[in-house]
């Protein structure tokens, strides 16, 4: 992996964890001026708020980066694997003591600007007023990133649960239940079970 081999050459220490699907990391204050790189696996991010209420960030996969400046706050940040993810983190203080930071910070404002992308993405669901909206946007969005189509059905490399939809779209799991129930319901989606997503037909979105 070209993350791996470049900071092995120059001597730059670099964590990875692997994160097996539901895993999850948090960044909480103490972790300013990290860099955390996704080298392989499909993750999201949610802001957590002291009361524990979430926000959806941005659903990252390989390449895509998140850095973690120096900010007094109560507010953390949670990564969590939608399957198994390998992530690489470093401190941004050990690219600059090195002297490397112009041949680096090309690849990494490179990388940034995808993730960018992934957060205006996110931005766009979570401000859909309409909560079946917010789902069905999400999902479609779900299929043209990661899904492969095979005998008219679209393969995603993650099981999407009602759990995490909830978690993406910002809304309960209960009402994320009837949601889907009123898709069948209307057709628009025949299958949404395991990784495995059928669409009916795209114009029969309301």
């Known amino acids: 992996m070209q993350w791996i081999k470049f900071l092995t050459q120059h001597k730059i220490p670099y964590y990875i964890y692997k994160l097996r699907k539901e895993d999850y990391i948090i960044l909480n204050k103490t972790d300013h001026n990290k860099i955390i790189i996704i080298l ?11 009361n524990r209420e979430l926000l959806p960030i941005a659903i990252l996969d390989k390449n895509n980066i998140l850095i973690k400046s120096k900010k007094k706050t109560t507010i953390y940040y949670k990564i969590i694997a939608l399957d198994t993810a390998y992530i690489l983190t470093l401190n941004e203080y050990n690219l600059n003591k090195n002297n490397i930071s112009v041949l680096i910070g090309i690849n990494l404002l490179n990388s940034y600007k995808k993730t960018i992308e992934q957060y205006e993405t996110m931005n766009n669901i979570i401000s859909q007023k309409d909560t079946k909206n917010r789902i069905l946007q999400l999902i479609f969005i ?3 990133k990661f899904g492969k189509v095979k005998s008219q059905k679209i393969f995603i490399p993650f099981t999407l649960s009602n759990k995490n939809i909830a978690i993406l779209t910002g809304t309960s799991e209960n009402t994320v239940n009837k949601v889907i129930r009123k898709i069948y319901k209307q057709s628009i989606i025949k299958e949404l079970n395991n990784k495995v997503i059928s669409i009916n037909n ?5």
């Open 202 to 206: 795209i114009f029969n979105l309301k």
């Open 142 to 144: 779900i299929c043209l």
């Open 40 to 50: 392989s696996g499909i993750v999201f991010i949610t802001k957590v708020f002291p």
